[in-house]
């Protein structure tokens, strides 16, 4: 069982950053491939990007790419994403999910566990 938690959202104007933190409970957060979704109001949940359980393997949605970083520290059992030059079109909530894996999953199906989510708004 993983519980998983977000936080750094919140309010930005378009080109500005935010930085968002998953902290998972648990003694095997290493061993889950982690991915990070996000859903806008009125439309499908959407896969934005995901880790390895090493971190060595990292996969981007095409609309992040190059703006959008995940990275993980599992000694603190905690995974990240770094967003920059944010776009009013990247508001939506985003949730975080592990599922214990050897792989990067890019479908919200593939995952196990999911946290509560946080409100990313983007400001034009």
């Known amino acids: 069982q993983v519980q998983l938690v977000e936080s750094g959202g919140g309010l930005v104007q378009a080109g500005g950053s935010l930085r968002l933190s998953c902290a998972a409970s648990?003694?095997?957060?290493?061993?889950?491939?982690m991915g990070w979704f996000r859903q806008a109001p009125g439309k499908e949940r959407e896969f934005v990007a995901a880790?390895?359980?090493?971190?060595?393997?990292?996969v981007y949605a095409y609309s992040v790419k190059g703006r959008f970083t995940t990275s993980r520290d599992n000694a603190k059992n905690t995974v990240y994403l770094q967003m920059n030059s944010l776009k009013p079109e990247d508001t939506a909530v985003y949730y975080c999910?592990?599922?214990?894996?050897?792989?990067?999953?890019?479908?919200?199906?593939?995952?196990?566990?999911w946290g509560q989510g946080t409100q990313v708004t983007v400001s034009s």
């Open positions: 648990g003694r095997t957060f290493s061993s889950y491939a």
């Open positions: 999910a592990a599922r214990p894996i050897i792989g990067v999953p890019t479908t919200s199906s593939e995952y196990n566990y």
């Open positions: 880790i390895s359980w090493s971190g060595r393997s990292t």
